[in-house]
């Protein structure tokens, strides 16, 4: 069997080389694998170069963090693809119909960086109330302009926060912020019980009032047809002047000029994401240059506790696979043999 793995590169540093998940140690996969005698493939092609290697691969295991875009003509050119794994969360770069209508089992590791998103977006909210990054730039410069740093930072009490979509990451960004005694509505397609609300301190809103009313709205939904550009020119016309946006769920969900054209103009005070379209994002994105952002490089799922946590789940996955055994239900996202 011919197995595939697609990530990012090692780092050329020594010190901070041998990541758990880059392409030199591979989620620790090859002694597994070589064990049976299979071959392992690493690559960080997502081009021609991967095309060539999954012509004859039977499971090919990608990451959101380096995501291959598994379209048809893709599949259609693996015809022994049999299974692919999302060494994370989140597999909308996946086509999930033409997979099953090509007998492939699609799979992820369900609850391995929900802690290490949540933690991120309250660091990203902090960031961007605080005017932190400013701040710290003063600091690289040799500057030191009090007045300047702190003309636009803000205490996070008191204010309101909107969480869109409340499933495991939005839930756990809620309890983190509970502590902060800030106001906490939230919008999700299937509203949590009385119970559960008190527990995470968060009030039910439709999504128009939340985002009227929201100092900072923050994106915690999967990319689905229905979110994509959720956050398009009227949504963003729509925020609190002077709101805050995070996004760590996808970039897709914010229409990404309009969001430009709302951080230059100054409806919105800042953007802080985690999440590009497409990844890696070019040199020339207009995230990277746009004013009053925050953004990291689609690392908040990738702490070293997550990457654990993601290998152990890619190995059973694969385990189960060699030995002909089902694979956990909660990890199956696409099951050919259950239509």
Sequence with gaps: MKVVYVSYPAAD?????????????????????EKHGHELVTTTETG???DRELAAAEVLITTPFWPVYLSRERIEGAPDLRLVITAGIGSDHIDWDVA???????????GSNVVSVAEHNVLQI???????????????????????????????EGKTVGIIGLGA???????????????????????????DESVLG???????????????????????????????????AAMKPGAWLVNTARGAVVDRDALVAALESGRLAGY????????????????????????????????????????????EMLRDHLAGDPLPADYVLVDPAAD
């Design 202 to 236: 968060v009030r039910y809103a439709r999504l128009d009032r939340l985002v009227a009313e929201s100092d900072v709205v923050c994106l915690a939904l999967p990319l689905t047809d229905g979110s994509r550009a959720l956050f398009d020119r009227d949504r963003l």
């Design 48 to 50: 021609e170069g991967l």
């Design 126 to 156: 902090l960031a961007l109330v605080r005017n932190f990054v400013p701040a710290h730039q003063q600091v690289r410069d040799g500057r030191w302009d009090v007045a300047e740093a702190t003309a636009k930072a803000h205490d996070l």
């Design 272 to 315: 802080a994401g985690d999440t590009w379209y497409p990844q890696p994002a070019p040199p020339d994105h207009p995230w990277r240059t746009m004013p009053h952002h925050a953004m990291t490089i689609h690392c908040s799922g990738m702490t070293v506790e997550a990457q654990r946590r993601i290998a152990d789940g890619v190995q």
């Design 13 to 33: 540093s020594g010190e901070r080389g041998g990541v758990l998940a880059d392409t030199e140690r591979a989620l620790e996969l090859r002694p597994l694998l």
């Design 100 to 110: 099953r209508e090509h007998g492939i089992t699609v799979a992820e590791v369900t």
């Design 169 to 195: 990451i939005g839930a756990r960004t809620a309890l983190r912020l509970k502590a902060f005694d800030v106001t906490m509505l939230y919008y999700a397609n299937h509203r949590r019980s009385p119970a």
